[in-house]
């Protein structure tokens, strides 16, 4: 969970802006999307070797 407290003087758009980035740093939105349909064991594990073949490809160009 974010949790970010008002600063003296904080205007409340620079708090609003603190926490959308404490939400993104914390990866709390990827992972609600992560879990938004079921996916089986073995679909979870074909895309974790799609993954696996892409930054395979990645570190082979350079």
Do not use: C, D, H, W
Not at 2 to 23: C, D, H, K, Q
């Amino acid at each position: 969970m974010t949790f970010v407290s008002l600063n003296a003087g904080e205007s409340p758009e620079n708090l609003i802006n603190r926490f959308r980035s404490g939400v993104q740093r914390s990866g709390i939105l990827r992972e609600i999307k992560r879990r938004r349909y079921f996916r089986s064991k073995s679909q979870k594990a074909r895309e974790a070797a799609q993954r696996a073949a892409r930054r395979a490809r990645r570190r082979r160009r350079f």
